[in-house]
């Protein structure tokens, strides 16, 4: 499995969000991006994740910095996650896990098969991982950025 790096390129991403909308990374140059891996949605962990990004998403704005999910569930799957907790950021679709493969988060689980292993990075301004954590708890996610973004 990959593990990006601070100073790699951040691997470019063209994926379909909740609203059938194209993503791409190269959307967002010139502000960083928090991108944010989960497994699936409307689950307990991903669920406290994405609503601890929701309830911060002004903090981190206000500091240049956007958020987008990242999971393999479809669009539609997506759109509930983001009706039903009003999250207001994209969530994109990575249904065949080519994105997650190129950011070193689709893994094996300790209990088998193979998924999304939860994980948060980084993206500066300038399209490179600033800060990679993998294999982190749904609760560290803000927690994280906000102390890079302090420095």
């Not at 240049?64 to 569930?73: A, K, L, R, W």
């Not at 969530?91 to 070193?104: I, Q, T």
Request: glycine share 8%; with cysteine; hydrophobic share 30%.
């Amino acid at each position: 499995m990959v593990e990006l790096k601070p100073g790699d390129d951040a691997p470019e991403f063209e994926l379909t969000d909740q609203h059938r909308n194209t993503v791409r990374l190269r959307d967002y140059r010139g502000r960083k991006l928090l991108v944010y891996f989960y497994p699936e949605a409307d689950t307990p962990g991903c669920t406290r994740q994405s609503c601890s990004l929701r309830d911060r998403q002004q903090e981190l704005k206000k500091i240049g910095t956007d958020v987008v999910g990242i999971s393999p569930d479809p669009p539609p799957k997506q759109l509930a996650l983001d009706e039903k907790y009003a999250l207001g950021f994209p969530l994109l679709s990575d249904e065949d896990h080519a994105v997650a493969d190129a950011y070193g988060t689709w893994g094996r689980y300790k209990r088998g098969g193979h998924g999304i292993v939860r994980s948060s990075f980084l993206i500066d301004a300038d399209g490179r991982i600033e800060r990679a954590w993998y294999r982190v708890k749904p609760e560290e996610t803000v927690p994280n950025a906000l102390a890079a973004l302090a420095r």
